[in-house]
């Protein structure tokens, strides 16, 4: 059974959330997580990027390889927000 | 140390990566000696992966990257060939490139995600005093362990918030394989330049190993120890 966009999005929220000590209120899927307006540090969004590697794994059925050329990108990057990596997951998963 | 603090050493067959190993795994670390060809005469784990294809080691140590206990990588594994650039072959130069600098860097990609999980760890890479001296007929090996220098230190502000250190040890010739084939007054005009004039033993490349994994080291990121000066 796939997951949802929502389910994978409020994932990532509440990972980002207790990253930043901020509620889930604050937190959507536009907020940024990488370029100017990013609401984490680089140490902050590796650990990010761990628990969701461990969530794909464990919830969505692959093993999630976050390495890209385009990793940093604010324009072409699936981590450019919150929703736009729930997108990034949600196509991954195995049919 | 944890007694279940597993290391991981590279180059763990032969040379410093095998006196490192041997000596860690004594001082009660579970180690993983890791090599082209696997040893059977080793009393660490071994398994057998050639460290410059990213393949071969996600196949051999994949199932470590959420292994909390991996305390520390010592990335010893390295080749070298004495030879003037304009007469060194492209496939040569490449493999140095490939084993001594991306091996580290492809080394470190794998194993860090582990320690980040833990909230701490050391990596120990390995470079030469060949860099600050320059000598003649290592022009490509010093140009990969360079490489290796500038990579540790900026890896080394991209781990610190996660509680990891990364150093570099820089020895001169040291009486492994490495140099077997290098003839005796080679040796002994690098070991003159050198700030104490005398070869360094394995031993001696140990004691700071020892000191980079000890909690006293904990402030000790980015740097290049040279064994013996330069």
């Known amino acids: 059974m796939t997951v949802g966009k929502d389910g994978i999005q409020k994932f990532i ?58 990793a940093m990108s604010e324009a072409r990057s699936v981590l450019r927000n919150i929703g736009s990596l729930a997108d990034h997951l949600m196509n991954q998963q195995p049919a | 140390m944890s007694d279940k603090d597993t290391v991981i050493v590279t180059g763990a067959s032969r040379g410093l990566g095998r006196h490192c190993a041997m000596a860690l795994h004594e001082r009660g670390y579970r180690v993983i000696g890791l090599s082209r060809t696997s040893k059977g005469d080793a009393p660490f784990e071994v398994r057998s992966a050639d460290v410059s294809d990213a393949k071969s080691l996600s196949t051999a140590l994949g199932d470590l990257k959420r292994d909390k206990s991996v305390f520390a990588l010592v990335n010893a594994a390295g080749i070298a060939s004495m030879n003037l650039v304009i007469t060194t072959p492209p496939e040569t130069v490449a493999k140095i490139i490939n084993t001594n600098l991306i091996g580290t860097i492809l080394m470190c990609q794998l194993v860090a995600p582990a320690m980040i999980r833990r909230g701490n760890g050391r990596i120990i890479n390995f470079s030469t005093l060949g860099v600050p001296l320059a000598i003649k007929g290592e022009a490509i090996y010093i140009a990969s362990k360079a490489g290796v220098e500038g990579f540790s230190r900026a890896f080394a502000r991209e781990m610190s918030p996660h509680g990891v250190t990364v150093n570099t040890i820089a020895p001169g010739p040291i009486d492994t394989a490495l140099i077997e084939k290098v003839p005796r007054d080679k040796i002994d005009a690098v070991v003159s330049r050198q700030i104490i004039e005398k070869q360094a033993v394995p031993g001696d490349v140990l004691n700071i190993v020892s000191l980079l994994l000890s909690p006293e080291s904990s402030m000790i990121s980015g740097e290049t120890i040279h064994v013996g000066g330069a």
């Open chain 1, 13 to 70: 929220s509440d990972e980002v959330s207790m990253l930043i000590g901020e509620s889930d209120a604050k937190i959507g899927a536009d907020t940024p997580l990488i370029g100017h307006n990013r609401v984490l540090d680089s140490a902050d969004l590796v650990v990010l990027l761990l628990a969701v590697e461990d969530y794909a794994r464990e919830n969505l059925g692959f093993n999630w390889d976050w390495t890209s050329d385009s």
